[in-house]
């Protein structure tokens, strides 16, 4: 064999073998696709409310630790300063949260009774969990049945002790099972949202948020669920573990957690609830979700036989870190961070350093940059079950943002010195500092370990795009903006805000803007929706449409669509909306012409009956539909000037999202538009439901059933429907008079209510109903109504109960 011959079957092995090579990471990348950061929502200590207010919180130097707040008396009252004594805390002060009372309970469908008993964690979790689908774009339609799988770590509710201590249980109504279970705070989100994915609750103490994680990113790689929400939640209510912490000496004297320092002397409790949105990174830039980082890989494991339940096991954690690294395909050296357990304890700090030094330090030295290491333990204190999502949170706004925040500062003293800080080749940052560029990837650790002895380790990577394949988003042409609330309070909050934002929007943001709002967002009851050209034009007509006196909508009546007999002109028009909008149109070319217009409705969620226009040659095509009051509504879609075809299509979406129609805009995307995580979310309702904490003889004071009105006579119908209506009201608990048109289940009744309401009824008329007795889904007058039936024993004819 020649030397040329030789040469020749050598090009042709490499070049195989680079097949098979490309091949291989195809089938790894298909086994273990990475995933995608998508949306943020959180209520952290120090009043710590969004994304952008805790990076700023980040960057700066305040830690969030405060007294204990009025609104605990049993932690006030557990408390005693000094060594540790039998049935005391020697701890007086935490991260709290400032506001855990309030809550919208009619945004969500919330009876004022069940909302009550609710723990505060459950309510959080429905916000957050909303403000981060917001974030992210996903627009939640509870009848869509949204592939959204929910993953809570959350390890306490103490909210129900309250009741559960007292010697009267009759406070003890259905509503204690499911306001304080563990199992509930997940399942709520996924029953209030009408999510069809999987529902896990995980408790492993600490790490559960961060196993929570691992599980979700499982069930996104087996196409288990589209989307997952990653949740966190953790409240300190009762004295009880505050006390039982105190007797082991865990807990800080100051109640601050002191990660990595010399001065570390146990840990510092905190509040805390948070959401993350996650997806497949191919599907998120496929629909132009805003990718905050990528999750690459995940590991789970158990200390084992450890020398103690809860002492922390440096092996165990080692083999965590660095089955992370290998699921995620990550080499030790590409790690620039790790965002540490970091409790703030003497043995649990150098521990948890060795581990590291053993998976990442020979690969850290030999490269010559040295490895962040920081904890937000010592920024937000220990927030416990919810740790892992506070320090996912902080590692994914680092990477996003391409910096990395002091760990500690400069007046916090010394480092640890059972650490051997000069061998190792880590640095705990005591100063906000850029990425280390010498580091070709942007890749981070987030370390989480459980007292129960299981251990999370989480690997991360900053979002790297493959190229401007969409391009700048489209600028020229006018813009569509959408804003809808549960209220005219709430719509008016929410336009104040977006008009603010409008305000500071630089034009080749507004097309993205526009999008968010009105494919990202619900659409709800009160409604405002404009046309402009600029963002100064879209805020003044804002700032005047939430200014009008708002009603609700209605219910749209037929839409038709009347095309004239020539079809050039719509063909053109069909060009011009193509050009505008590339993903509006069905992809069925060879249709005809008024056919495919009928498709390009319908995919907005326009139904539309077609006919042929031979009354009004000045429009090409037009839609037409009855008004409440039986007025032809008329919306011209194409003109004698089709390429205006894009601007007469919003009006007329404007018109009919304001008339009533769920307008689906998600195919009128603009080209190069992606979903901004920025922008205003939903203004919920600040309302008060709170059970006072009994503190030595003190009760909670409950209204006795049927304390609201006097029993009518079985003769007198009117008085008997009235009479219903205010038993229902006192069974839900309602503060304010109830809509007689909206139904059972929009007033926040469920089988609950429904169970309680009919045994009073049966109670005091002494009549047998059972649920298909009730018209649940009927407005509460035609409900009232059919019980009224059964009471008096006179039916009544169906126009009586509309």
């Avoid at 805390?272 to 690459?296: Q, S, Y």
Wanted: hydrophobic share 40%.
């Amino acid at each position: 064999m020649d030397t040329t011959e030789l040469r020749r079957l050598v090009e042709e092995q490499l070049r195989l073998s680079r097949r098979q090579q490309a091949r291989i990471r195809e089938l790894e990348e298909e086994r273990r696709p990475p995933l995608a950061v998508v949306g943020l929502g959180l209520r952290f200590p120090g009043d710590l409310r969004t994304p952008e207010q805790l990076w700023d919180f980040l960057r700066g130097d305040a830690h969030a630790v405060t007294g204990i707040p009025d609104d605990r008396p049993g932690l006030r009252a557990a408390y005693q300063a000094g060594p540790v004594r039998p049935g005391r805390s020697y701890v007086d002060r935490a991260a709290f949260l400032t506001d855990i009372g309030h809550f919208d309970a009619d945004f969500f469908g919330i009876s004022q009774r069940e909302a009550e008993l609710l723990d505060p964690q459950q309510r959080l979790l429905l916000e957050t969990a909303w403000e981060a689908l917001e974030r992210a774009g996903v627009a939640v339609r509870r009848a869509d049945r949204l592939d959204v799988g929910v993953f809570l770590g959350m390890m306490a509710s103490e909210y129900g002790e309250r009741l559960a201590v007292q010697e009267d249980k009759t406070p003890l109504d259905p509503y204690y099972a499911t306001g304080g279970g563990l199992c509930f705070g997940a399942g709520r989100i996924s029953y209030v949202m009408g999510f069809a994915g999987p529902v896990v609750s995980v408790d492993t103490a600490c790490s559960s948020s961060l196993v929570a994680l691992h599980l979700a990113s499982r069930a996104l790689r087996a196409d288990e669920c589209r989307y997952a929400l990653v949740c966190g939640s953790n409240l300190l209510l009762s004295p009880n573990l505050m006390v039982s912490l105190c007797q082991s000496r865990a807990l800080s004297p100051e109640g601050r957690s002191k990660s990595f320092l010399a001065s570390a002397d146990g840990y510092g409790r905190g509040e805390g609830v948070g959401v993350l949105v996650l997806m497949r990174l191919d599907e998120a830039e496929r629909e132009g979700r805003p990718i905050l980082a990528v999750v690459r890989g995940s590991a789970v494991n158990h200390d084992g036989a450890a020398s103690g339940l809860t002492v922390p096991s440096g092996p165990a954690q080692q083999e965590v870190v660095r089955a992370a690294l290998a699921d995620a395909g990550v080499g030790a050296a590409d790690v620039g961070c790790v965002e540490a357990h970091g409790t703030g304890t003497l043995l649990g700090d150098p521990v948890e350093v060795g581990a590291l030094d053993a998976a990442l330090g020979d690969a850290v030295r030999e490269r010559g940059v040295p490895l962040a290491i920081g904890s937000v333990k010592a920024r937000l204190n220990h927030l416990e079950a919810a740790s892992g999502v506070a320090g996912l949170m902080k590692t994914v706004l680092m990477l996003h943002h391409g910096e990395i925040p002091a760990a500690l500062s400069e007046s916090e003293g010394p480092l640890n010195e059972h650490i051997p800080w000069d061998r190792l080749g880590f640095t705990v940052p005591r100063r906000n500092a850029p990425w280390p560029a010498e580091l070709p990837r942007r890749v981070a650790g987030v370390n989480s370990f459980g007292m129960s002895g299981t251990n999370a380790h989480v690997v991360l990577e900053a979002y790297q795009p493959a190229g401007e394949e969409n391009g700048p988003a489209d600028t020229g042409g006018p813009e569509l903006l959408t804003l809808s609330a549960r209220d005219p309070q709430a719509l008016a909050t929410l336009g104040a805000a977006v008009v603010a934002r409008l305000r500071t929007t630089d034009p080749a943001d507004l097309p993205a803007l526009c999008h968010t709002l009105r494919s990202g967002r619900a659409p709800l009851g009160y409604r405002v929706a404009v046309v402009g050209g600029t963002a100064d034009e879209l805020a003044v007509r804002v700032a005047a449409a939430v200014r009008r006196p708002a009603e609700p909508v209605g219910r749209l009546r037929p839409v038709t669509l009347w095309v004239a007999a020539d079809h050039t002109a719509l063909a053109v028009a069909l060009d011009a909306l193509h050009a505008r909008y590339p993903g509006l149109l069905p992809p069925d070319a060879g249709a005809e012409v008024p056919d495919r217009w009928v498709a390009l409705l319908g995919r907005l969620g326009v139904r539309v009956r077609c006919r042929r226009d031979t009354g009004r040659p000045a429009d090409v095509a037009r839609l037409q539909w009855p008004g409440v009051d039986g007025t032809a509504h008329v919306a011209p879609l194409v003109t004698a000037v089709p390429e205006a075809a894009p601007g007469l299509l919003l009006d007329a979406l404007a018109a009919l999202f304001l008339a009533g129609l769920d307008v689906r805009f998600d195919h009128l995307r603009p080209a190069g538009a992606r979903f901004r995580p920025d922008l205003p979310t939903y203004p919920f309702r600040r309302r008060r439901f709170w059970v006072d904490e009994p503190v030595g003889s003190a009760t909670t004071a409950y209204a006795e059933p049927g304390a609201g009105a006097d029993e009518p006579l079985p003769t007198d119908r009117a008085g008997i429907e009235a009479y219903l209506m205010s038993e229902l009201r006192d069974v839900l608990r309602a503060d304010e008079e109830l809509d007689p048109s909206r139904s059972f289940l929009e007033t926040g009744g469920d089988s609950f209510v429904s169970t309680l309401f009919m045994t009073r009824i049966e109670e005091r008329f002494q009549v047998a109903l059972t649920p298909d007795d009730l018209p649940i889904d009927r407005p509460l007058a035609a409900l009232l109504a059919t019980i009224a039936d059964h009471i008096t024993g006179r039916p009544v004819a169906a126009g009586e109960r509309e």
